[in-house]
């Protein structure tokens, strides 16, 4: 391979894991106060559908961000009512609203945005930073991006420090580990619960949202591909801790990135076997891992 084409290979991988991380660093919030999101890929499928819409609606890109927070969000409170409200099994609820998100998004495809041409969107354009944009083969894959990858990666120190740093991020994992002891010390641990829950859709639906708005221009049916999951194990890959999750994210999207530009690099292999090369990825790092790594211990408990 080329420095050119380990350029290239670099910016895609950067700009898929901006969604994925979005979505991860959510869950991650939301496992450490105890709440497990199999929805995720939901969350995203309805952030990906409302911000093309609202873009459509609104002739607004960044409008379109909104909605696709109000889209992740509204999910993650039918999920919050469900578990937290009338204490249903959070998985189940994740598995069934997964089917609801793709069947609602599905329809939506066809009753509200229609044919492909009235679907399409504009999307966010790059923005270059000077000098380091230059940088041989990195530069141009960290710094000439569009805004929300930059975000999404600045996230990454955001969420750590208000976990490790801040009364608010202890109290939070409080919750997810000792929800008994956190309620004798006077934590909210249902508000807590909740809270943590509505940011994890908010970042989700805010994924989904990157993956429209930011890449693809358009919604089409099933947009996410399993990239919810793909968030979900990260999160247990990097051991519910963001660099741990930022890690995660970077060798999937690395791989997905891969098998993207296989072919320009002139891999001579069945394209089928290269678009499961992410998946892949995270079936045999969780199976390495997995049993390396300590869940809060309320995970998916209803208290």
């Known amino acids: 391979m080329t420095s050119s084409s380990i350029s290239l290979l670099l910016v895609a991988a950067i700009s898929l894991a901006a969604p994925l991380l979005y979505a991860a660093l959510g869950e991650t919030i939301s496992e450490n106060a105890g709440v497990i999101n199999i929805q995720l890929e939901g969350m995203m499928l309805v952030g990906a559908f409302t911000g093309v819409y609202g873009a459509h609606v609104f002739h607004s890109t960044w409008l379109g961000f909104l909605c696709a927070v109000a889209g992740g969000v509204a999910l993650a409170a039918v999920h919050g009512v469900a578990c937290l409200v009338f204490r249903a099994n959070q998985i189940v609820s994740g598995v069934v609203l997964n089917i609801l998100a793709l069947g609602a998004t599905s329809y939506g495809l066809v009753v509200l945005l229609g044919s492909s041409a009235g679907n399409s969107v504009p999307t966010l354009a790059r923005v270059r930073i000077p000098l380091l944009s230059s940088i041989p083969v990195i530069g141009p894959a960290l710094f000439d991006q569009n805004v929300m990858v930059y975000v999404a990666f600045l996230l990454v120190p955001v969420v750590w420090w208000v976990l490790r740093r801040t009364g608010f991020g202890l109290a939070l994992q409080a919750v997810g580990e000792r929800p008994q002891a956190a309620s004798s010390l006077g934590v909210a ?20 949202g990157q993956l429209t708005l930011a890449g693809l221009g358009a919604f089409t049916q099933n947009v996410t591909a399993g990239r919810g999951f793909i968030a979900l194990a990260a999160v247990v890959f990097g051991g519910w801790r963001p660099w741990g999750v930022l890690g995660a994210i970077l060798l999937f999207s690395t791989a997905d990135a891969f098998q993207i530009r296989a072919q320009a690099f002139g891999a001579h292999i069945p394209y089928q076997f290269l678009a499961m090369l992410p998946y892949l990825v995270t079936i045999l790092a969780l199976a390495v891992l997995v049993r390396r790594r300590r869940a809060p211990s309320a995970l998916g408990v209803n208290v």
């Open 189 to 208: 641990v249902a508000r807590m619960r909740w809270l943590a829950l509505l940011i994890c859709g908010a970042l989700a639906g805010l994924g989904g």
